[in-house]
């Protein structure tokens, strides 16, 4: 394939993908229902040796991390009932994701751990000390997927209310969330505040250590932060949402995006847009903001066992548990229509524009009923899945590359571990004859961000990123460096 070129014309270099392993701390994930097929072992996510496992496999074909979804409620759109998630085992039960991260730290030494956790329902000093103990115990290693939850049956359970907090009304608390942990991470203890002076009997420089006096519409935290400082001061920011108000949020905060359709096409004006403000509202590089996009790979040696692999596992997917994620992803509960029932031609404009989106590069004359839904969901959820040989899927990841400007990719399963050998053993040599993957880590035993840049000393976040002024440096006193608000 053509390289794609610049606003001037030219070719650009080919891109060195970010490539990590997309999962969730529950059976199947973006495929419900797969925990069913005899070869896969998702259902096995509550032992600890599961993920230990997991890690080791993806260091020892250089991933560049594992990035864990989340939920914190269950999918109870569908059929006004939780009980399709239930039964299926759509994304439920789901387990907390960060408490596993420093297990799987502990037996790698490159592999970077981006794990998502909600600003609704923490307070942020709390949130800050637990992110900052597990940077601490990965060496470095950790990143946060920064979201503000979307599931109304997450808002009953944790915050007791009926519905959860209006979309942008979420986003303005996670922008002041956002301030409040830049100064619990980078302001209230400088660099150098932990100094062990044995002699003197001092372990922590009173100076280098400040309280933050945080007062806003949201939050009131004095501090100062309880954790010292961390390997890399601020985990790496991660973000998914294409809102206005996410892709704003993005614009500034995020160091990549995660983002999830079915088409490069439906994907592409959104990149440019956050990539466009980065420039012009908040003075970054927007093309150091990363894309990160949802692809699960169906692989086989050839075309045709690629395809009967992805024939097996259709055996398997089950229809209520899309139809349940689908609800949860939507807010629209497809039972209150019929099983032929074209879903461009309802009432509800809601759920017109929705299904024209998915179906938008479909066939032309395709009916799209709620089957039709759950089919293109059921395996790789909210993302394309590419089937073929390795030669064809790299072709295909090659045209996200070139049409929607991703940097990498976040690759979802069919089966567990199984759908990761195979990018391992078929998928990453191609990637790599033709020059889209690294050999090794850019800094082996360095942090996320690091490698994440492939720059070492990249430890901190980039000087033209907002949170590096907050960054209380080494011998600066605390005149010298006034928190910003």
């Known amino acids: 394939m053509s390289n794609p070129t610049d606003e001037s014309g030219h070719s650009r270099p080919k891109k060195k993908l970010i490539i990590n392993a997309f999962v969730e701390m529950c059976s199947g994930h973006q495929s419900p229902g797969l925990w069913r097929h005899p070869s896969d072992q998702s259902h096995n996510f509550t032992s600890v040796q599961h993920w230990i496992e997991l890690a080791k496999l993806l260091e020892s074909a250089k991933f560049h991390g594992i990035f864990i979804a989340d939920v914190l409620g269950g999918y109870d759109v569908y059929r006004n009932s939780l009980t399709p998630a239930i039964v299926s085992g759509a994304q439920w039960p789901v387990n907390e994701p960060l408490s596993v991260v420093p297990a799987m730290a502990a037996a790698t030494t490159s592999l970077g751990f981006g794990v998502t956790v909600s600003t609704s329902y923490e307070a942020p000093y709390h949130l800050h000390r637990r992110l900052a103990t597990v940077d601490h115990l990965t060496n470095g290693r950790l990143g946060w997927n920064i979201v503000t939850s979307y599931l109304d049956s997450a808002a009953r359970n944790i915050a007791g ?10 986003y303005e608390q996670a922008e002041e969330y956002l301030r409040v942990m830049y100064k619990l991470f980078a302001s209230s203890w400088r660099d150098d505040a932990v100094v062990l002076d044995r002699e003197r ?16 519409k949201f939050f009131s935290v004095p501090g100062p932060a309880i954790v010292q400082p961390t390997p890399q001061r601020v985990p790496l920011l991660l973000q998914a949402g294409t809102s206005k108000a996410g892709k704003l949020f993005a614009a500034q905060h995020a160091e990549a995006i995660f983002v999830s359709s079915h088409a490069p096409q439906v994907c ?3 990149i440019a847009e956050v990539r466009q403000l980065a420039r012009e509202k908040f003075g970054r590089d927007g093309s150091k903001i990363k894309v990160l996009s949802l692809v699960t790979p169906i692989l086989g040696r ?31 509960d497809l039972s209150k229509y019929g099983d032929d029932e074209e879903l461009r031609e309802v009432e509800s404009n809601a759920v017109r524009s929705t299904v024209d989106a998915y179906a938008r590069f479909s066939p032309p004359g395709s009916k799209w009923t709620k089957h039709t839904v759950a089919e293109h969901v059921s395996i790789g959820g909210n993302g394309p899945i590419l089937v073929g040989t390795p030669e064809q899927v790299a072709d295909g990841l090659e045209a996200w590359i070139n049409e929607a400007d991703v940097d990498g990719f976040n690759f979802g399963y069919a089966l567990f571990p199984g759908s990761f050998q195979d990018i391992i053993d078929l998928l990453l040599p191609e990637l790599r004859k033709r020059g889209l993957f690294w050999d090794d880590y850019a800094v082996p035993g360095g942090t996320y961000r690091e490698n994440f840049y492939g720059a070492q000393g990249q430890k901190y976040p980039l000087e033209e990123h907002i949170a590096s002024k907050y960054h209380w440096r080494a011998g600066v006193p605390a005149e010298e460096h006034k928190i910003p608000e």
């Open 201 to 216: 009997g001092v372990y922590t420089d009173p100076e280098a250590v400040r309280q933050i006096n945080h007062e806003g």
């Open 268 to 270: 592409a004006k959104n």
């Open 161 to 170: 209310r009926e519905k959860q907090v209006a979309h942008d009304e979420r």
């Open 302 to 332: 050839t075309d045709e066992e690629a395809k009967q692999k992805l024939a097996d596992y259709r055996k398997y997917a089950s229809t209520e548990g899309a139809l349940a994620l689908f609800g949860g992803w939507t807010g629209m």
